[in-house]
């Protein structure tokens, strides 16, 4: 029986190491295309991953960490919004079948995109750049470590209408052919 620091270090297959250093080389990637106009200084934000309690209707996180560079008057911020992300979605994915955060975003209410439910339920967000940035990078993610398939991700950008996506795809098609689970 693996002890309970081995559970703790993986996450739907994957050591906890492996899923921020795919994070980490996808927002390096994004940080490389061309036209730096949109990015206003930022360099990074937060990741959430997380799973619903099915006994208590709670989301619980495995995963919330920075991925790249916050700066501190961002980050407890960032950190709020990608976990407020992820819950908004295990509450509601059930009853209205939201596949991302952009279905439910209000920004009076500080509910943003950049949240998606993986094929399996699980919910995974980003939070630090722009609503769209922060989406597109989860998006790539979650297509590396194969959570979802292209047609999920197609409908996904459908829905924010993300102008992001295809272009940080492209840019990481390597990653996203690479087998993250033998790593």
Wanted: with cysteine.
């Amino acid at each position: 029986m693996p002890s309970i620091n081995n559970r703790l270090q993986c996450i739907k297959g994957f050591e906890v190491g492996t899923i921020t250093n795919v994070a980490l080389e996808i927002l390096l990637r994004f940080m490389d295309l061309p036209d730096k106009s949109y990015r206003l200084g930022k360099k990074g934000g937060f990741l959430a991953l997380a799973v619903e309690n099915r006994a208590t209707g709670r989301s619980h996180f495995p995963l919330v960490v920075e991925i790249g560079f916050c700066p501190d008057d961002l980050l407890r911020k960032a950190q709020k919004e990608a976990q407020e992300k992820c819950r908004r979605l295990d509450r509601t994915k059930e009853k209205t079948s939201h596949i991302s955060s952009y279905q439910s975003r209000n920004h009076q209410q500080g509910k943003y995109g950049g949240g998606i439910v993986t094929e399996e339920g699980t919910t995974v967000g980003f939070a630090g750049l722009s609503e769209p940035q922060n989406e597109a990078i989860t998006v790539v993610l979650c297509l590396a470590l194969g959570w979802i398939g292209p047609e999920y991700a197609a409908d996904i950008k459908a829905i924010s209408q993300n102008v992001f996506t295809d272009h940080l795809i492209n840019t990481c098609v390597d990653i996203i052919e690479t087998d993250w689970s033998k790593k």
